[in-house]
């Protein structure tokens, strides 16, 4: 069987969220969001021994947080998602998939995981994600108005996606969004994020900008839906909150 490593990018230092631990290790009902998703990779089955992506000057606590549960590599400068991917290279040598999660992403089902796995799987030469659509930007959908939007052509086709900060307003209406949950193969992705620029507002290094890359080459983009909050993602009290309100039942 081709062999995947699951990615966990929590190197960002989540200045939103007015914490002086990092932003995956909040807790959500009692417990650190990553322990909920690490705990979800491993009953998936996919790989029983995750790499989390963290920083220098975190590392200490999510060891204390995770011990040897994972593999760890090191995002020594935040240069952006597409390198804190690529730092994890040499801790996926083996593989022949990736699949790339970020840590504030508390409630991800592991059903959600395999099924981007089967489809790398069925689509071997394929880039597999996911998307959700949500049907406003308000009440339980408000925290989804900074995620990235999802660019279809008139056929339906992806042909790119956009983060907010350099969005037109036209495409800040786009409901279609990107959780950046994907599936690559292995010499692909590394290969391609070595050419990564960072021509942004943030000068950074977007793992997004890969999905433009495929589509130049005239890549198979796979995408496969979610229901939004299964994958909701945490950045703002607020947001906290609301998970709070979400694992409570109040908002289903």
């Not at 062999?3 to 914490?19: C, Q």
């Not at 690490?38 to 975190?58: F, H, L, Q, T």
């Not at 400068?77 to 998939?97: F, I, N, P």
């Not at 089967?118 to 994600?129: A, C, I, K, N, Y």
């Amino acid at each position: 069987m081709p062999m995947t490593r699951v990615v966990i990018l929590a190197a960002g230092k989540g200045t939103r969220m007015k914490s002086d631990i990092p932003k995956p290790l909040i807790p959500v009902a009692g417990e650190p969001m990553i322990t909920r998703l690490v705990r979800s990779v491993k009953a998936s089955g996919i790989d029983e021994k995750p790499v989390v992506v963290v920083g220098s000057w975190s590392e200490a606590m999510f060891r204390d947080a995770l011990g040897d549960s994972v593999d760890y590599a090191m995002q020594v400068e935040q240069l952006g998602t597409g390198h804190a991917l690529k730092v994890s290279e040499d801790s996926c040598r083996d593989a022949s998939s990736i699949v790339v999660l970020y840590g504030d992403h508390p409630f991800l089902s592991p059903s959600i995981l395999q099924r981007l796995a089967q489809l790398r799987l069925e689509h071997p030469d394929s880039l597999v994600m996911l998307t959700v659509r949500v049907p406003n930007f308000e009440g339980d959908y408000a925290g989804f108005i900074s995620w990235s939007k999802i660019l279809r052509d008139e056929h339906g086709k992806i042909i790119g996606d956009r983060q907010v900060k350099d969005a037109s307003e036209e495409e800040k209406k786009i409901l279609e969004l990107n959780p950046c949950m994907y599936a690559f193969p292995a010499p692909w992705i590394w290969e391609r994020l070595s050419r990564l620029k960072n021509l942004n507002a943030s000068k950074e290094y977007y793992l997004t900008d890969v999905i433009a890359m495929a589509m130049e080459e005239g890549k198979e983009i796979v995408t496969a839906d979610a229901d939004p909050l299964d994958v909701i993602g945490i950045n703002s009290p607020e947001e906290l909150a609301r998970a709070e309100a979400m694992n409570a039942g109040i908002l289903r």
